[in-house]
C-alpha cells in the first residue's frame, strides 16, 4: 500500500511550473523569433555575416597578390572592424518597430487585453531578439571559425577559439544594447519611419562621428582633457567598448591596437569589467523602455 502511494506521489522534477512571468515572457520570446524566421531576417543577417567573415579570412590577402589565409590577428582585427558596422545596423533593422509597428497594426492593443504586464511584453521582445542574434552570430561567426580551426596550425587553434568566443559574446550583447536603444524611439514616436529615420542618424553618431570628434577633441586639448576623462568617454560608448574588449582579448593585434583609440581604454581595464559595462548598459536602457512603456497610453 505504501509503495503504491509513493507512485502515485508526482516527482518534485514533474511537479515544477514555471512561475507565471517566465511562460508570459517565454511566449512573447517564442513569438518574436518565429516572426524573424517568416521574415527571413534571421537567414539573411547569418547570410551575410558569414560571407563577409569568409571574405576576411580567406581573401583578404588578395590585396597583396597572393591567396593564403590571413594571421590570427589580421583577421580578427578585420572581423572587429566590419563587426561594429554591421550588428548595430542589423539590430535596428530589427527592433525598430518593434513597438510602434504593432501600435499601428493595433496587435499591441490586443496584446494588452491579455493578463500581460508591460514589462512582461519588453522583456520578452528583448529575449526573442536575443535568440534571434544569437543565433546569426552562431551560424555566421561560428562556421568560420570552424573553417580555421580544421585548417589552420595547431599552436593557432587555442588563440583563434578564444577570440571567436570574445567576438561572439562581445556581438550578441553590442548587437542588444542598440536593439533596447530600437526599443527607447519605437516607443517614443507614432510613424516608422521617423524611427528608422531616427535610429539611423544614432548608428551614424555613435560608430562614426563619435570617434572622430573624440580624436580631434583629444589633439586640440591635449593638456585641459585628462586621461581617465578620456578613457570614460570611450567607454560610455558601446559601440568602442566593443571594440576595446576584441583588441584587448587579441592583444597579438599590436598595430591595430596602437593605432585605434580602443588602445587608450584599455590601461587600467580588465575583459570582465566590459563586459560588466555592457550589462549596464542592458539593464540600464531596459529600465528606461519599461518606464517609457508603463507611462503611455497605447
Known amino acids: 500500500m505504501s509503495q503504491i502511494r509513493h507512485l502515485e506521489q508526482p516527482s518534485s522534477l514533474a511537479s515544477y511550473r514555471p512561475p507565471m512571468a517566465l511562460t508570459l515572457i517565454q511566449a ?106 544569437a543565433t546569426a552570430c552562431l551560424l555566421g561567426f561560428g562556421l568560420t571559425a570552424l573553417l580555421l580551426v580544421a585548417l589552420g596550425e595547431a599552436h593557432a587553434r587555442l588563440t583563434l577559439v578564444t577570440g571567436f568566443i570574445h567576438l561572439i559574446g562581445s556581438g550578441i550583447l553590442l548587437s542588444l544594447v542598440f536593439v533596447l536603444l530600437g526599443y527607447c524611439v519605437s516607443l517614443c514616436v507614432r510613424e516608422k519611419a521617423k524611427a528608422l529615420g531616427v535610429l539611423l542618424l544614432l548608428w551614424f553618431v555613435l560608430v562614426l562621428v563619435y570617434d572622430l570628434v573624440l580624436l580631434t577633441a583629444l589633439v586640440s586639448m591635449a593638456e585641459v582633457l585628462s586621461r581617465h576623462l578620456f578613457n570614460l568617454l570611450i567607454l560610455i560608448n558601446p ?14 593585434d599590436s598595430l591595430s591596437a596602437k593605432s585605434s583609440l580602443a588602445l587608450i581604454a584599455q590601461s587600467g581595464m580588465g575583459i570582465p569589467l566590459m563586459y560588466g559595462l555592457f550589462v549596464g548598459w542592458l ?16
Open 28 to 133: 512573447v520570446a517564442v513569438k518574436e523569433f518565429k516572426d524573424n524566421l517568416r521574415n527571413r531576417w534571421l537567414w539573411l543577417m547569418a547570410g551575410m555575416l558569414l560571407i563577409l567573415s569568409l571574405c576576411v579570412s580567406f581573401m583578404g590577402s588578395a590585396v597583396s597578390g597572393s591567396l593564403v589565409v590571413s594571421e590570427s590577428a589580421q583577421i580578427f582585427s578585420g572581423l572587429v572592424t566590419l563587426a561594429v558596422f554591421i550588428l548595430p545596423l542589423g539590430a535596428i533593422l530589427l527592433s525598430y518597430d518593434s513597438f510602434v509597428g504593432e501600435r499601428e497594426s493595433g496587435t499591441l492593443l490586443l496584446l494588452l487585453t491579455y493578463p500581460l504586464a508591460r514589462w512582461h511584453l519588453v522583456c520578452g521582445k528583448l529575449l526573442g531578439h536575443a535568440y534571434v542574434i
Open 239 to 252: 559601440t568602442d567598448l566593443f571594440r576595446a574588449l576584441n583588441l584587448l582579448a587579441n592583444p597579438a
Open 283 to 298: 539593464a540600464v536602457l531596459s529600465l528606461i523602455c519599461c518606464f517609457i512603456f508603463n507611462r503611455q497610453e497605447v
